[in-house]
């Protein structure tokens, strides 16, 4: 019970307009790259015989891993955690009769529980974004398939797997460091690495997990056997170390945060 | 009984390097406890200690007699506090941050009500506040404190930003508390505002309590070291008849002068009557807190 009301309490806190607009944004965006893609290009896009959702599921998430999560998840959880510092809200936090701990695993699991919604939402507005293109330009066809809900979910959810390890890492450096420019810019810079070590298909991409969501699927734009993706039925290797990093960070920012003096 | 007791507590962000060097001090049940020391002496560190922020190298520290070691965190229920600014989301009305604690505390939306009232910010309640003064910030801080209606209150510096109609109110609630039975630690260094709120009071300083005990004890300990304001018909003639050793000064028509006991003051008048000089006047210049806070901090 504390933990869902924690989790409420922390998504009171997250009532904070830049964040708001930071998930609507992303949404946003992706949504408008999809729509015009479509738009411009149909004659491209519309294929006799081949499912547009397919197409439409592709693009989209090719644009999303590559190029909007990695920044998402810096900044959300980058400003999440600020409001935290900026507020002095430790000292109050951590005396309200529960475990440093158990506030610990709250705060993540909401900052977890945006992102999935973000996720949702993405997927929500893909399906409004397919059928106001189908009403535009009825040769899209997408009514006379079924939407392949499960595609969806299941390739958000992949994405999802590829960018723990990053939610690890930018968490426990956003609870270390008081600022939001140190984690966000760290987050940043490591992104733009992540980006170059995909695109020139180094192996070196596996290790790192800036790169995870870059590679973990295919898109068609990296040569994935090059890097050293390698597939175990429904999990990557990528993924394996994704969820391996991001166990290893919570834990260590979950002993130091339960151990340390809390000064300000 | 004692709500707080802190016993031989020794802590220091380096090894051997101790801000607090063995700390005891004891606050009844029901009192209002006055922590006083010059900054840096060590208040907030205490403060912080007892609610577990921080964690001792040494010592031990009892809330209702139980080793808070044995009872962290469960016992941290017992206990509202607000150490040194209010924790607060400048993004967030009031009403959403109580809202926020009151998650915590599985409290009703009923009591946000209620302490708002208490605090004097109902009209403030929809306001975010970034744009609170800084004495809304800590009325409001006050009321997160008391939102789930603790046993003990600990109060870092409570009065910081509060103008003087403020300070009033403060009293008057805490005075209020009191008499529902809540224990009230508060440290300060408005020493005016801490003498006509506390039964207690404990003064630190260099990380040790130099002094605990009633509002009478210190008034005693204050007897031992008077100042006095003399006035008479020849002062200069006086003033080199009194022993250099009282810490003679002239201000004004007195000459002023410090006596260790007030039985010295007698011999001194005698032997001025006996060179012949008139004495008008003798002043025992009425000691206030901050006058006894400083004397007791000089002591030691």
């Known amino acids: ?264 | 009984m004692t709500a707080i007791q802190l016993e031989h507590l020794f802590f220091g962000y380096r090894k051997d390097e101790f801000i607090l060097n063995d700390v005891n001090l004891t606050v009844p049940k029901g009192s209002i406890y006055g922590f006083l020391g010059a900054n840096g002496a060590g208040k907030t560190t205490s403060l912080r200690l007892v609610l577990g922020l921080l964690k001792a190298q040494r010592g031990t520290i009892y809330v209702n007699g139980t080793d808070t070691k044995q009872a962290y965190p469960e016992q941290l229920r017992t206990i509202g506090s607000m150490i040194e600014n209010a924790s607060l989301y400048p993004h967030l009305s009031a009403k959403d941050n109580l809202r926020i604690w009151s998650k915590y505390f599985n409290i009703s939306t009923q009591r946000i009500d209620e302490v708002l009232e208490l605090v004097s910010l109902t009209e403030a309640k929809k306001k975010k506040t970034e744009a609170f003064s800084t004495g809304m910030k800590q009325r409001l801080g006050l009321a997160i404190a008391l939102l789930h209606d603790p046993e003990i209150l600990i109060l870092d510096e409570p009065t910081n930003g509060l103008d003087p109609l403020g300070i009033i109110d403060l009293r008057n609630l805490l005075h209020r508390l009191r008499d529902e039975g809540k224990t009230i630690l508060l440290s300060s260094h408005m020493l005016t505002e801490v003498e006509k709120l506390v039964t207690r009071i404990g003064i630190l300083k260099d990380g040790k309590i130099v002094f605990e005990g009633s509002m009478n004890e210190l008034q005693a300990l204050k007897q031992q070291n008077l100042e006095i304001l003399l006035r008479v018909d020849e002062q200069q003639k006086a003033f080199n008849l009194i022993d250099a050793k009282y810490q003679t000064q002239l201000e004004d028509r007195y000459i002023k002068l410090s006596v260790t006991h007030e039985r010295e003051l007698p011999v001194i008048v005698k032997k001025l009557v006996g060179e012949g000089i008139a004495v008008y006047e003798i002043i025992h210049q009425r000691s206030d807190l901050e006058k006894l806070f400083l004397s007791v901090n000089k002591e030691l």
């Open chain 1, 1 to 264: 019970m504390f933990l869902i009301r924690s989790i409420q309490a922390e998504l009171i806190k997250l009532k904070y307009l830049p964040i708001l607009w930071l998930c609507a944004t992303v949404v946003f965006a992706i949504l408008l790259v999809v729509f015009t893609s479509h738009y411009i290009d149909v004659n491209s896009v519309a294929t006799l015989g081949r499912s547009p959702w397919l197409k439409i599921k592709t693009a989209s998430a090719a644009i999303f891993s590559v190029f909007m999560i990695i920044p998402f998840v810096v900044l959300f959880i980058s400003a999440a955690v600020y409001i935290e510092h900026q507020a002095k809200g430790w000292k109050q936090q951590y005396t309200v009769s529960t475990s440093r701990a158990a506030v610990f695993f709250s705060k993540l699991l909401s900052l977890l529980l945006v992102i999935l919604i973000t996720l949702f939402i993405l997927i929500i507005g893909l399906i409004a974004c397919a059928y106001l293109l189908n009403f535009l330009l009825p040769e899209l066809e997408f009514n006379y398939y079924k939407i392949p809900i499960f595609i969806f979910f299941k390739t958000l959810a992949h994405t999802f797997l590829a960018t723990l390890g990053v939610i690890g890492i930018q968490y426990f450096l956003s609870l270390r460091f008081k600022g939001f420019l140190i984690p966000a810019g760290f987050g940043i810079v490591a992104f733009i690495i992540g980006i170059i070590l995909g695109s020139v298909n180094n192996p070196l991409a596996v290790y790192y997990p800036y790169s995870y969501p870059i590679i973990a699927q295919d898109y068609g734009m990296f040569i994935r056997d090059k890097i050293g993706v390698v597939e175990y039925g429904w999990i990557n290797n990528v993924e394996m170390y994704s969820i391996l990093i991001f166990l290893v960070f919570i834990l260590f920012a979950c002993i130091l945060e339960t151990r340390k003096n809390v000064i300000d």
